[in-house]
C-alpha cells in the first residue's frame, strides 16, 4: 500500500530557523513544535482537587497496588523480568489477562506458554506495560454506573477502537502504533465515573449525542463548559501514566493537536450504536491527511470488529 502524507512540511532555502534541520541538499525543514503539557507543574493535590471540581465529592479512582507498581517497574531502566514478576504474581486478575493475551492469536506461541516468566520475556516491556496498563484502568472504573449506561457495549467499543486505531497506525504512521492502541482504548475511561458522579443530569447529554448524532465533548461543553477528555487526562495525571498517553486522551478530540497520534483522533467518535455508516465518516477523514486505498480502510474497519 502506497500511503501519502499531506500537506508536507514546508521546505526553504531561506535562513534557518532555531531548531530547523538543513538537509544534505541544502533545504530546510522547520522543526516540529515542541509538545506543551498544560498540566507542568501540577501537585496530586491539584489534580484531585479539579477532579472534585468538575465531579463532586467523587472517590477518585485507584489503581490497583500491584498494577501501580508493575507499571513502575516496567519503566525502570535497571528493571529484570524477575522483579516484574515478583510484583505480578500476587493478582491473580492480572496474571489471568497476561497469560490470555500472551496465549492468544497475536502472539501465536508454537507451543502453550504456561509461566508469568516466560510471558513477559516474550511479551516485551513495551507490550507488558501496555496490556497491564489497560487491564489497571479498566478494573479502576466503576463497575456500577447507571441502569441506561450499557457498560459491556462501552468497553467493547473502547476495546474495538484500540484495535482500529493501531491498525491505522500501522498503516500511516508505523512508530505510532503501540501509542494509538492504548490512546484508543483509554480516551473515553473517564465517560464510566462521570456518568456514575452525575447520573441522569448526564445520562441525557450521553444519550443525545448518540440519538441525535452529535459529538459528545461538543454537547459536554455546551452544557457542563468541559468534557470527559479533560477529566481523562485528570485521571492519567493522577495514575501518573506517560505524559504522552496522558496528553492524548486530553486532545483525542481535537482535530488539530499535534499531541497524540492522527490514528487516536480518527476512531474518537467510533460508538457502539455505529454500524457501516460510520465506515464512510471515518475513511472520509483519513483521507483529509493521507492518501490510503479506499480497500484498505474497509478491511482495517472490518477486521477490527
Known amino acids: 500500500i502506497q500511503v501519502i502524507e499531506r500537506p508536507r512540511p514546508t521546505l526553504n532555502r531561506g535562513k534557518p530557523v532555531p531548531g530547523s534541520v538543513t538537509t544534505e541538499a541544502g533545504l530546510i525543514v522547520p522543526a516540529a513544535p515542541a ?62 489477562k497476561v497469560m490470555n493475551t500472551v496465549n492468544s492469536t497475536a502472539y501465536s506461541p508454537k507451543s502453550k506458554v504456561q509461566s508469568l516468566d516466560h510471558a513477559i520475556m516474550l511479551m516485551g516491556n513495551a507490550d507488558l506495560e501496555r496490556i497491564v496498563m489497560i487491564v489497571g484502568s479498566k478494573a479502576a472504573m466503576p463497575s456500577q454506573t447507571h441502569a441506561k449506561f450499557a457498560l459491556g457495549d462501552f468497553w467493547r467499543a473502547s476495546s474495538r477502537r484500540a484495535v482500529l486505531a493501531r491498525e491505522l497506525a500501522d498503516i500511516v504512521q508505523p512508530s505510532k502504533a503501540n501509542l494509538s492502541f492504548t490512546a484508543g482504548f ?49 485521571i492519567a495525571l493522577n495514575w501518573e ?65
Open 35 to 96: 509538545l506543551i503539557n498544560p498540566y507542568a507543574g501540577w501537585s496530586q493535590t491539584d489534580v484531585q482537587d479539579r477532579i472534585r471540581q468538575l465531579l463532586g465529592d467523587v472517590e477518585v479512582p485507584r489503581f490497583r497496588k500491584a498494577v501501580f507498581e508493575t507499571l513502575r517497574r516496567l519503566r525502570d531502566p535497571d528493571t529484570t523480568p524477575g522483579k516484574i514478576m515478583e510484583v505480578m504474581s500476587i493478582d491473580a486478575q492480572l496474571v489471568g
Open 241 to 305: 501514566l506517560p505524559e504522552d498517553v496522558m496528553l492524548c486522551m486530553k486532545d483525542h478530540n481535537d482535530g488539530a493537536a499535534q499531541t497524540r497520534p492522527d490514528a487516536a483522533h480518527y476512531v474518537s467518535t467510533l460508538h457502539a450504536s455505529h454500524g457501516e455508516e460510520w465506515n464512510e465518516i471515518f475513511a472520509n477523514k483519513v483521507g483529509q491527511r493521507y492518501q490510503v486505498p479506499r480497500e484498505a480502510l474497509d478491511d482495517v474497519c472490518n477486521n477490527s470488529i
Open 186 to 234: 483509554l480516551q473515553d475511561l473517564s465517560v464510566p465515573l462521570i456518568v456514575s458522579s452525575k447520573k441522569d443530569d448526564y445520562m441525557k447529554i450521553f444519550s443525545t449525542a448518540i440519538e441525535e448524532k452529535r459529538d459528545l465533548h461538543t454537547l459536554e461543553h455546551e452544557t457542563m463548559g468541559w468534557d470527559h477528555a479533560e477529566v481523562g487526562a485528570l
